[in-house]
């Protein structure tokens, strides 16, 4: 049996008219052009999803791309950020392709800074917030314990929590270290052919970056070659995993 749509016509127009109520036929219009507007928004978030989880199953952007209809090319560049800033999307969706986690380790971050800037050591000691992210994963992988993450980037882990809404990450300011970290992180979800923004990524930006961060990561082993290792290491084991036979 198929399933209906999830959302009739109807209900899109009874929606409108419930939003503008005393409004004429102009302002319905108006209306239900920004509820069109956030639908689109909507169906982007909706095949990014189930890109993502082609990606993490193993599929190549030539096969996604074959599944949407379009090239290999035009399903990378809709579904691959470009976080330089070139980037078209609205402000409000800058950081709509981070996960949970990265969004939380950046909250955490901003919550350390208090008032002052955002630096790149407090986001890679941010990382930590997220025990279960990759990026915590691998650096424990290594060796390294929290303290002495925090010892070598002068800067303890606290307790406070931030906003990891988009609309106030968007908001946070970031010192020109944090900045180039960010970029370093654009580096990292292109060079893995990557499609979202996860706590791998950053760590990664951080060592690509080169600077505040690189060197004392790099003297605690954690390094670019190892990172991408560990990456490596995790996607294989979830493809082993979806593979296996299910026991009966």
């Given at each position: 049996?198929?399933?209906s ?7 899109l127009i009874?929606y409108?008219?419930?939003l503008q ?7 319905e219009l108006?209306?239900a052009?920004?509820?069109t507007?956030?639908?689109?928004e909507?169906?982007d978030?909706?095949?990014g ?8 199953s193993g ?5 996604i791309g074959?599944?949407?209809g ?5 399903a ?11 980037d078209?999307?609205?402000e ?6 981070f996960?949970?986690?990265a969004?939380n380790?950046?909250?955490?971050a901003?919550a350390?800074a208090?008032s002052?800037?955002v ?11 997220e025990p ?7 650096i ?5 314990t929290?303290?002495?993450?925090c010892?070598?980037l002068?800067?303890d882990l606290?307790?406070?929590r931030?906003d990891?809404d988009?609309g ?16 370093g ?13 996860g706590?791998?990524h950053?760590?990664?930006?951080a060592l ?8 004392p ?8 070659d ?23």
């Amino acid at each position: 049996m198929t399933a209906s749509f999830p959302v009739p016509l109807d209900n899109l127009i009874a929606y409108v008219k419930a939003l503008q109520p005393h409004g004429n036929p102009l302002d319905e219009l108006a209306q239900a052009v920004a509820v069109t507007e956030r639908l689109d928004e909507q169906g982007d978030a909706l095949i990014g999803h189930f890109v993502d989880q082609a990606r993490r199953s193993g599929a190549s952007w030539s096969q996604i791309g074959a599944s949407m209809g379009v090239s290999k090319q035009a399903a990378q560049k809709r579904f691959v950020p470009r976080w330089d800033g070139s980037d078209p999307v609205p402000e409000s969706r800058l950081f709509s392709r981070f996960t949970d986690r990265a969004r939380n380790v950046l909250a955490k971050a901003q919550a350390m800074a208090g008032s002052a800037e955002v630096s790149s050591a407090a986001i890679v000691v941010g990382l930590l917030s997220e025990p279960e992210g990759l990026a915590a994963k691998i650096i424990h992988q290594l060796g390294v314990t929290d303290q002495a993450l925090c010892a070598a980037l002068r800067l303890d882990l606290v307790e406070a929590r931030g906003d990891a809404d988009p609309g106030a990450l968007r908001r946070i300011a970031f010192a020109e270290d944090a900045k180039k970290l960010l970029t370093g992180t654009l580096k990292a979800v292109l060079r893995l052919g990557h499609n979202y923004v996860g706590t791998e990524h950053l760590l990664l930006g951080a060592l690509f970056a080169g600077q505040g961060t690189a060197a004392p990561l790099n003297e605690l082993g954690i390094t670019v070659d190892n990172v991408e290792a560990g990456i490596a290491s995790e996607v294989a084991r979830i493809k082993a995993e979806r593979q296996a036979p299910r026991a009966r």
